[in-house]
């Protein structure tokens, strides 16, 4: 079962939607968890959402007690929710991306994409990760073509991928893709 | 009495047999009942409508601080008789004698026209709004301006001139004894027959003149900027909210960011579908689809939180919609925009504009009075 955690954003059930294709998936508010359901779920997903990382402390000790026991993905909020509790910094960004379409590219870090690949993907953010930044398990693996953002992320070792930008906006193309590579990846 | 357009006709409502004034304590019970009830005639429906406040309400959020003119928070009827004014009238009753005696008032200005904000105090709500954008707490918001004067109208005749110059597809007149409400809204929020669920976002808007064609605006639309990440926005924000509702797989884009012509613009508009899941009922439609997406800015929640700290005073039925509710559980709902409220010898006109981190205040500004100008023009 796959466990969505919604900050009670206007594009979370397009994520459930595009989950339920995969697996069973049960969802709700980040204020109200079902904990047993949560216990039970093998993948935890941070959805989009309003504010910064900051603001949802109750995510972010979910974050930790799971980490490196169920595989968690972020999405949007939710990425910048996972690199701000791996030490990132979260900031405002100069240009502000609110239903763009973008070009982004993959990077010679990922396990999981093919080196070069290019997709078209959907953003809606304001704030975006402050770099340089270093972890140690944790590679930043596709950036925007134009600005370099960091668009997507992967911890292999622990299993915790997040994106920037929206595989559920139809303005991604083949937004699915993105999904079923990381739920298959063992 | 209630005249809403279908279609290339009108269809007329009236003998109301029922008048139902819903609060936030009654709305669940209403829409329970007509679960059990059995739908035998064309009549077998309410028509009405729901106010912004009590849409706020079913999502639990609370209005604090606000002016307001003790307005109805929603108001359905029982329509005894609907007359349908298409290529052939048709005229469908429960009732042998057809009584209307009552009698209306001449169109009547007491005082001028007055709008609510003025540009400074719009101004600072805008660039509040903008902060908010740009610390990623909302990523569109709408501020709605009030055009308010004392006078008394006839709804029928204003619904009639209106309809000459802008017949737009969700048009509605209702008028009661103690108020009425004039709309040429052009947006259909919710069309649902059966299980099938359709929604039809306007996001973009374009007044006509001689230089331009259908495919002509289509490429300004394209070509624009913030008016396609609007668009984009909308489209996202509102497959989510059928997607609450509906099963997995089945919300689609059925047409993708077309536009429509209508006397004085062009709108930009995409066409969006989904399947009810099993076990849905009619709160949880109005719950998920309404307040309409479009006029109100994304994410939704967070969004209205922020407006009903900004707006000093109550939208009434602006933003809400009007429609619908066969007792076989299909209905269809607009968003109230472009409208007239005359209540208690005033009348208000709201309009509303959206900030994006792309506009201008200025140009906001007088957008909310262009979008006003076709109404507040029925009173000269």
Known sequence: MIYIIDHQDSFT?????????????????????????????????????????KDYPETSKIYKKYKGLKKMIGICLGFQLILYNEGGKIRQQNKIYHGYQSKIKVNGKSKIFKKNKVFNIGRYHSLKLNEPYFSKNLNITMRCTKTNTAMAFEDNLNKIYGFQFHPDSFLTENGNFFIKKILSSK | MIIYKYKDGYKIFTDFSKRIVLNNSNIKKFLNNITKKKFKREQDLYIGFFGYEILCNLLNIRIKNQKKNGFYKGLFYKPETIIDLSKKIKISS????????????????????????????YKKIFNLFSKKIRAGETYQIKICTKYKNKSEIDPVSFFWKLMS????????????????IVSCSPETLIEKKGLCVTTKPIAGTLKKNKNLNKSKALSFFKNNNKETKEHNMIVDMERNDLSKICKPGTVVIKKKKYVEEYKHLYHYVSTIEGMLKNNINLKDIIKSMMPGGSVIGCPKIRTLQLLNSQEKEGRNIFTGSFGFIKFNMDMRFNIIIRSILNYKNVSEISAA???????SSKKEFSENYIKAKSLLELFK
Request: aromatic share 16%.
């Open chain 2, 94 to 121: 429960t009732l042998k004698n057809q009584n209307f005696n009552y009698r209306f008032n001449q169109t009547k200005i007491l005082k001028p026209f007055k709008v609510n904000i003025n540009f400074k105090k």
């Open chain 1, 13 to 53: 059930w397009n994520v459930v939607h595009q989950f339920s294709q995969f697996d069973k998936v049960h969802c709700s508010d980040y204020f109200d968890i079902n904990k047993k359901f949560l216990n039970k779920s093998d993948v935890i997903v941070f959805s989009p959402g309003p504010g910064s990382p």
């Open chain 2, 353 to 359: 504009s959206g900030v994006v981190l792309d506009s």
């Open chain 2, 165 to 180: 110059v802008n017949s737009s597809p969700e048009s509605f007149m209702i008028r009661d004894k103690n108020y009425s």
